[in-house]
DNA sequence: AATGAATGAGGTTTCATTCAT
DNA sequence: TATGAATGAAACCTCATTCAT
């Protein structure tokens, strides 16, 4: 990928998850940019082969923070959970509790008329999801887990941590979202208390 | 308000529950309410005014049913909570799990550069916590609620709700909501026995 | 014609005056008027039919006022010439200086494409001449004056008076058209001295 | 300025001059220029821009045709106010006296609710008046012109030019025109003796 | 690789007028 | 008489995409 295509992409991701794919018109990008129309066209076919390409952006580099950096760290599974939650809190922070998640902004806009982004956000969630796992897996060592019990309580994580962000936006205070970091911790005890009984 | 400005009202909701606000162009409306543009600028001075009108008449429905009828029904707390997740079950169910949480999904896409819409949809999420609360409260009866923990926890719950529909909405499978909906369960037994020692 | 209608035809005749024939909308002038559609075209067949109801409605008053009352007064004729530049001063005043001449604007914007409009303006322009040119005679009595000069000169007063009211309007300044009205003067005084010799 | 705008501003000209400002539609510019509805939005950014282009263009060249060539050229100033009066004249013979002045129509349509518009008129009568004032200094010679009695003559003679023009187009007669600028030579002449008695 | 002019369908809104009551 | 709902053509403007250079 050049660098150009890199800078659109970049351009296009941030005014996609502020405004969503559809009102994010091609005129704010190249404006954004700094591109003509051909420029653009020369690099994508298409405002949709874009918006693809900015999840994709975002995907890598939450790959990379998120489910690598932090989820597949070394470090035992209480930290991992925690730096997990200080680092949603954290992206949130840097836009003022505004925006929200774009994956999760994307899958309400797009998944039900869009099967390209509908695979690629149900992807997303399925990761992380997964990252989960083995770290609740090990949070309730030594007793051996319920792979099915697991998959949920990681689902439900996952959720309260979008509807939290959801709420968050809505009433545009990230205290909203740091209150319910803190219920997700005390689910995630709760959990590993039962497992263990 | 006339029927045919409820007919309208119903019409709109109908496809702005499933492609949002923006997405809904006035001739899908018009074609669905079977009116032409003018009668349509008769009844509403502009699409944004009846944007606002989905979400009131969306909200008076949610509000007689699930908050009135439901959860503040003269039934004991765990029915109230059982009857709410039901409730949101079959709502999802209705669209086949595809399109989510009207709130929700109007949340994420207009509460950064709407304020009218962000308020009304900030007002729906607080009548939903402040209507848990007191059920919240009975449950873990005879001990008094701390109410600042209630609150927390009404706002979870919300949350978990609210996150499980847009994780079934990616899917478009109603099971992972039906999943989290017992994860709620889960959690709400836990923060009663946790109060209550 | 009844109450009604009157009040129909001086609410358009303030709205069209400010904003011309095309740019009063018919939604304007049904509420300066307080009345509904059907009222309307109960009175007037069309917007049309008002405009010109209009236009011999503001006609009538300034016939009366300054065609009768002023130019045909009893008294000499300087006394005419400056009670009638007085006259449209005042006029001018009691709008700020922002509106104009009701006979100037529609003459300019109607003229052209509409004959109706543009034979009665005609003929407002041209009672207008036909009193002054007696006001004139009078004047340089002794004496006999030529009928053609008369004509012209008569003329050429009220074009100065559209053209001061014009240039007055498009400085929103008073001022402009109390200048030319003592250049209007000048111009008499010239015009009568010039004939008796 | 490409060609494409120049075209586009010359078509919209001659149709704002003959039917003012709103009501030129865009389809009637994109007729008469051959040009798409988005063709035009590349070149303007909306009809208001494209009116004051169209007011600007028309500027250019009256100030060239007349302000430089005429009344700015080095001939004694009788010729300058013959030759000034015969362009006006000239001009309104070329659309049969039926347009009007462009600059006169459009202050009367645009002044009172334009600020944009109105300021630009209000110039170009501005410069008018000024570029005749060192003409009638020179007229009086050797007689040192007052500039207070200079400006108001000035300004007569521009007030009686467009209101000549708005009787003549309501008339649809050029001869109201050439008698008009007959009493403006008189009122010049009479002027001239008498700043120099 | 790059520009920006050109396209044209479709967006929301306006409006004089007609019609059912 | 009077209401205001209904009509639909036409208003201004937007936008993703294509095309000529």
Redesign the interface.
Known sequence: MTDKRREIVAAAAALMH???Y??TKLADILEAAQIGKGQFYHYFSSKHELGLAVLNYRFESWNQRLMENILSSGKDPETKINEMLDWVIEQQRLNQA???CVF??L???M???DEAF?RK??TV?EIWVSKLKPVLSEMILPVQADPEEIN??A??I???????I??M????DLN?LV??T???K??IR??VQ?QRH
């Open positions: 502020s405004k969503g559809e009102n505004k925006c929200g999760g902004n899958a309400v806009e998944s039900e008329h509908r956000l149900e969630f949920k309580m689902q439900g996952v959720a309260m941590i979008e509807g939290g959801l709420l936006k809505s009433k545009q909203v209150n319910i803190a219920q997700i005390f689910l709760s959990f039962n």
